[in-house]
């Protein structure tokens, strides 16, 4: 992928979003959905053969911190085994930020990228929801039924 074709992407992704300046996602690097901020970010010179993703998930109250990094590490279990990404903290602002490398660019369609971010931005949307909750007596089988809405009995080995 260059410069140019990841422009052209990003466009189409914007148009099929119904966004205004189809041209700021593309120059900018800069998507928000459902109120959740997202960086995208292409850099022909440097690395391309990916494009990297921060979704920016927020803050974690100071009373929820502990518990709250400790989800984010059980949730990498399972997002770090199907190499989907990882959570972290954003050094810069202290927000919980969901990082992810898409690859294989070239089979790369719009209409998938678009999919991709709305998911990404419903996954923020459940984590900021369980944030807010007291989290400290839930264990990790419940935060995970929690985050991806399963509301039956689940072994946690077949999500990873």
Same mark, same amino acid.
């Given at each position: 992928? +260059?410069?140019?074709?990841?422009?052209?992407? *990003?466009?189409?992704?914007?148009? @099929?979003?119904?966004?205004?300046?189809?041209? !700021?996602?593309? /120059? #900018?690097?800069?998507?928000?959905?459902?109120? &959740?901020?997202?960086?995208?970010?292409?850099? #022909?010179?440097? /690395?391309?053969?990916?494009?990297? *993703?921060?979704?920016?998930?927020?803050?974690? $109250?100071?009373?929820?911190?502990?518990?709250?990094? #400790?989800?984010?590490? #059980?949730? +990498?279990?399972?997002?770090?085994? %199907?190499?989907?990404?990882?959570?972290?903290?954003?050094?810069?602002?202290?927000?919980?930020?969901?990082?992810?490398?898409?690859?294989?660019?070239?089979?790369?369609?719009?209409?998938?990228?678009? @999919?991709?971010?709305?998911?990404?931005?419903? @996954?923020? !949307?459940?984590?900021?929801?369980?944030?807010? %909750? $007291? /989290?400290? +007596?839930?264990?990790? %089988?419940?935060?995970? $039924?929690?985050?991806?809405?399963?509301?039956? +009995?689940?072994? &946690?080995? %077949?999500?990873?």
């Amino acid at each position: 992928m +260059n410069q140019s074709s990841f422009r052209d992407l *990003c466009r189409e992704i914007s148009t @099929q979003m119904g966004i205004e300046d189809i041209d !700021l996602l593309g /120059t #900018e690097g800069y998507l928000e959905i459902a109120s &959740i901020p997202m960086a995208v970010i292409f850099d #022909e010179d440097l /690395t391309p053969d990916r494009i990297f *993703c921060y979704v920016d998930i927020g803050p974690v $109250e100071d009373l929820q911190r502990l518990r709250g990094y #400790e989800i984010l590490l #059980e949730l +990498n279990l399972l997002s770090g085994t %199907k190499t989907q990404g990882v959570y972290s903290i954003d050094p810069s602002s202290r927000h919980v930020i969901f990082a992810v490398q898409l690859m294989d660019l070239d089979s790369l369609n719009p209409e998938q990228l678009r @999919q991709q971010q709305e998911s990404y931005s419903k @996954q923020a !949307l459940r984590l900021q929801e369980i944030f807010a %909750k $007291e /989290t400290k +007596n839930l264990d990790f %089988k419940e935060i995970v $039924e929690e985050f991806f809405g399963l509301r039956h +009995n689940v072994e &946690i080995h %077949k999500l990873a």
